[in-house]
């Protein structure tokens, strides 16, 4: 089956620290890699994605790339601040089945302080 | 565009009592989904729709029913709440698109509560 590992939260670092969230993932066959945001008191937003192996997704600073070899799509951000706190989902979409459906990690809390 | 909404926000129930949670979204997304979301557990999808009129169990469907009736709305029902239930309840919905990368959109969540 498919399944999501994410790092256990919570993370926390000072403003302008640097940010790795690590996931890895089990798919059967080739997935698409997301991730997500969730800011306290809302849903869930997509964050970036990545289709195929070597792909980078980036946005707001953040990064994360698509390693085939190693199964893993780790998070990163050069230099966090306070307004990145939340909680960061790694998810996987495989195109069988139907119904775009989604495998969410079980997700990381990131604290920012000042 | 509201996106996709929920109602209501919070909510607590009894032991046994039922109730019905309304997704809408104002996108004309074919597909939508219902997740709920455990501390310690990501979220796990409950049922889904493909389009009007079809439904479809996903990872922890047991307890909940759900009906697509119209394209903009997808209901969650329980119809005996059990404390195991308690959690914040999530809908999403996302665009068909064949081999696309279909962004799923979230609504801002329920919080249920099982007493």
């Known amino acids: 089956g498919n399944s999501v590992t994410q790092m256990e939260g919570p993370v926390t670092l000072s403003e302008e620290a640097f940010l790795t969230i690590n996931c890895t993932y089990t798919?059967?066959?080739?997935?698409?890699l997301f991730w997500y945001v969730q800011y306290p008191g809302e849903g869930l937003q997509l964050l970036l994605k990545a289709t195929k192996a070597d792909d980078k997704g980036s946005n707001k600073g953040f990064e994360a790339t698509y390693r085939k070899e190693t199964t893993s799509f780790h998070l990163e951000k050069g230099s966090v601040q306070v307004s990145d706190s939340a909680v960061y989902f790694c998810?996987?979409?495989?195109?069988?089945?139907?119904?775009?459906?989604?495998?969410f990690g079980t997700g990381t809390q990131l604290k920012v302080e000042l | 565009n509201a996106g996709v909404t929920q109602t209501p926000k919070f909510r607590v129930l009894k032991t046994g009592q039922s109730m019905t949670l309304l997704c809408a979204q104002d996108m004309n997304h074919e597909y939508m989904y219902w997740y709920r979301q455990d501390p310690g557990m990501g979220l796990r999808l409950i049922h889904y729709?493909?389009?009007?009129?079809?439904?479809a169990k996903g990872e922890v469907p047991d307890g909940y029913n759900v009906s697509r009736l119209k394209k903009q709305n997808f209901l969650l029902g329980l119809e005996s709440a059990a404390p195991s239930q308690t959690s914040v309840y999530f809908c999403a919905s996302s665009q068909y698109q064949a081999g696309g990368l279909n962004e799923q959109f979230f609504g801002p969540g329920t919080r249920l509560t099982v007493l």
């Open positions: 798919a059967t066959g080739y997935p698409s």
């Open positions: 998810a996987l979409r495989v195109l069988t089945g139907g119904g775009n459906k989604l495998t």
């Open positions: 729709s493909v389009g009007e009129g079809t439904t």
